[in-house]
């Protein structure tokens, strides 16, 4: 039995449907999504052609047809889809009183094709989601299809009221043009078909969908009910096999079916009042649009902006950190001596000390070179000057003669003025004062100057109030900082350095 021609057609079809989607998704997003499935149908057939008496009733002598089909689906878009539909059914037709031209018989005619085998390769489209979106009817895919494929059918016409057998497709003259399948003993031919339908789908769960399916089939023939309008004598075959073509339009069959669907596919879940959360497995793209899936972005409103930033607001920060009352370079919140003197020179932790004890202490009791303990100390300036008093002279010898025993400590000169001009002029002032510090330190013989650093700021950090000349003179200063080498250079978060 030569099949050679319905396999050919059969791969053809396979491979334009197996390429038109290679993987799971056929879309940009994170999530995958399921896309194939099977349907089955079930129905009724109808023919439509030169023996049919009535097109929407049955005619005299014939019987109610059917058939079943199978389609396997890809789907590529929420809109479009493809799949590979076969038709396995029984048709029949009959006609009153036709007359041939040739002959001028007239007769009572049946014709009858018992087994007709379709494959086609079909396009579907979505309507209901092309017109209205996804988010009306989501529930129902009403789908409009067409395709292209091939027909093999066997046909036999008898007469009507004697029952005689007048004429069959079981010969070659049949298929001379279009192509044979030896089938049951008989001679199937071969033609082409376009089928154009409408299915309606109801989705029931995450598995299955249940429909209806209508479709009518274009055959590209006059020979489906072996009668050319009526330039057809049945008796000697004339006018069939030879393709005389009258008046008539082209044969067509079609079908109305229930249909069912099951869908392919891993963890496969539904949508909910319309909600869709990709954790919970995977959707079918007949069903649900990948942009669903994906989270819309959260546009918190004033409210919740707001108790959003109260929530992961920090904890207050304790206002002694920016505030030292005696102005010794310390921090009110770690200055354990809140209250000494003006000009006072201090450890890191506030407290007043003798610098000349602390130095002779140093030399008696031979500390270790790589101890460095921070101290603080402020040298003041007259108004609008640069100079250096006496005073402050011994306290920088003092200060280097420490850092020259100790080389692991270093300096940082921060000069300040007060307000009584503009910015620009105090900014420059207090780079004065700072800079005849560091000349007076480097002349007293600092041995190391690369451990000397210094940084002005203005009337940008007052110790007080520029109000009073008490303020005024506390704030026309340069701050002396002796630290370990292994701080950071700085304590201040801006301003110049040199």
Known sequence: MNKKNLYISLILSALCFSSASAQNRSYEGPNKMNTWSITGYGGITRFFGDLKQYDFKRGPGESLTGGFGLSLNKQLTPIFGTQITAWNGWLQGSKLGYQSQITGDVRDLRFESPSFVQVTLDGTMNI??????????????????????????????FDLNSGALLLSSNTEGSSKTAGTW??????????????????????????????????????????????????TNHATSTGIFTFIKGDSE????????????????????????????????????????????????YNPTMDDADSIAKANMPKPVDPRLYTDSDGDGVADLFDKEPNTPA????????VAMDIDKYIMDAIKNNLPKDECEALFSNIEFDTDKATIRNASEETLRKVVELLNMRPNCRIVLVGHADARASYGYNMNLSRRRVE??????????????????VEYFGEYRPLAENTTPEGLQANRRVEIKIMPNNTLRSTYPAGFRR
């Not at 299955?208 to 330039?231: P, Y």
């Not at 079609?254 to 995977?282: C, E, F, H, P, Q």
């Not at 560091?438 to 013989?445: P, S, V």
């Open 436 to 453: 005849s510090a560091k000349r007076f330190i480097l002349r007293a013989g600092l041995s190391d100057p690369s451990r000397l650093l």
């Open 250 to 297: 082209l044969d067509k069959w079609g079908y109305g079916a229930i249909a069912l669907t099951y869908k392919l596919g891993k963890n496969a879940v539904m949508s909910k009042d319309g909600k869709y959360d990709a954790s919970s497995g995977r959707y079918h793209l007949r069903w649900a649009d990948p942009k669903s899936l994906i989270p819309l972005p």
């Open 343 to 350: 000009g006072s020179v201090v450890s890191g932790g506030g």
């Open 128 to 157: 209901n989601r092309l017109l209205f979106g996804q988010d009306k009817l989501r529930r129902w895919k009403f789908d409009a299809r067409g395709g292209f494929g091939i027909i093999y059918y066997h046909t036999e016409v």
């Open 182 to 231: 030896e089938r049951n003993g008989s001679i199937y031919t071969r033609e082409w078909v376009v089928p154009l339908g409408m299915d309606i789908h109801y989705e029931v769960s995450p598995r299955i969908d249940l429909g209806l399916s209508f479709a009518i089939n274009h055959v590209l023939t006059e020979k489906l009910d072996l009668t050319a309008s009526s330039l």
